[in-house]
């Protein structure tokens, strides 16, 4: 079967999606039907390819209803590249500028793009999004939630991280991304909390014992029956 250029692109940088289809949210009518579904789709697409860091992300043309990338956290090539910063650099690599000047004649309409990630974009994606011009940015579980789930995170809300976007001479920045949180969080919640069970160590139940936390972790364990997940070898992240 011969590859269209854009799978031949996505086959050669191993972010083939197994399978993985935008075919089933686009009939859908509703945002947030189209959000959950896109959402499941992330989920899925993360689950497949680093299970033991499911940090999975979409950018999908809301213009057209059409996913233009994909990417998953890929912590065994580069640690740097999170699931967003994956996208968008895959999203570069399929669509680069005609005139090869990204900043002012990007191949890709940013303005028409929604970026989906499983989990809250720390303050290294979120300013990426802002950078990039993405209109709209969705994630499933918060920042606060996959740190209590046992796995190091930089607490900056991305709402503060938008907030904090100004033009020159401190005007404010119109053009940041609208912010939905919370889409399908029990199902990202479930996925980051058994992927991350080889970090919950003595100190950690210590610290959350400490901090009045016993009854988050009651409740994960109650909700979340964890399957085996692959495990990475901590010196690999």
Same mark, same amino acid.
């Given at each position: ?9 996505l086959f050669a940088l191993g972010i083939t999606s197994a399978g993985v289809s935008a075919n089933s949210c686009q009939a859908l009518q509703g945002q947030q039907a189209i959000d959950e579904c896109y959402?499941?789709? +992330?989920? =899925? ?10 940090? &999975? ?14 990417? +998953? ?6 640690? $740097? $590249?999170? @699931?967003?910063?994956? +996208? ?12 090869? %000047?990204?900043? /002012? #004649? !990007? @191949?890709? %309409? ?12 720390? !303050?290294?994606?979120?300013?990426? /999004?802002?950078?990039? &011009? ?5 994630? @499933?579980?918060?920042?606060? =939630?996959?740190?209590?789930? &046992? ?5 900056? /809300?991305?709402? %503060?991280?938008?907030?904090? +976007?100004?033009? &020159? ?19 990202? #919640? ?12 003595? =100190? ?6 400490? %901090? @009045?936390n016993e009854k988050f972790i009651d409740d994960r364990n109650a909700r979340f029956k964890c399957k085996t997940v692959p495990k990475n070898n901590h010196d690999e992240l």
């Amino acid at each position: 079967m011969k590859l269209s250029s854009k799978q031949y692109v996505l086959f050669a940088l191993g972010i083939t999606s197994a399978g993985v289809s935008a075919n089933s949210c686009q009939a859908l009518q509703g945002q947030q039907a189209i959000d959950e579904c896109y959402m499941k789709i +992330a989920l =899925d697409y993360a689950l497949i390819h680093n299970p033991s860091f499911p940090f &999975g992300a979409l950018i999908v043309d809301h213009t057209k209803n059409d996913i233009s990338c994909y990417g +998953a956290n890929s912590n065994k090539k580069n640690r $740097l $590249l999170h @699931g967003e910063t994956a +996208a968008f650099w895959n999203c570069t690599e399929l669509f680069p500028s005609p005139t090869n %000047d990204d900043m /002012s #004649d !990007p @191949g890709l %309409d940013w303005s028409h793009q929604t970026l989906y990630t499983t989990g809250e974009p720390c !303050p290294m994606c979120a300013s990426q /999004s802002i950078y990039r &011009g993405v209109s709209r940015v969705v994630w @499933g579980t918060s920042i606060p =939630d996959i740190n209590k789930s &046992g796995r190091q995170q930089l607490m900056i /809300s991305m709402h %503060d991280v938008v907030a904090s +976007a100004k033009l &020159g001479a401190n005007l404010p920045n119109t053009q940041v991304p609208v912010l939905e949180g919370g889409v399908l969080k029990d199902e990202c #919640d479930h996925a980051f909390w058994c992927a991350f069970e080889v970090f919950r160590d003595n =100190d950690y139940f210590a610290a959350m014992a400490r %901090d @009045g936390n016993e009854k988050f972790i009651d409740d994960r364990n109650a909700r979340f029956k964890c399957k085996t997940v692959p495990k990475n070898n901590h010196d690999e992240l």
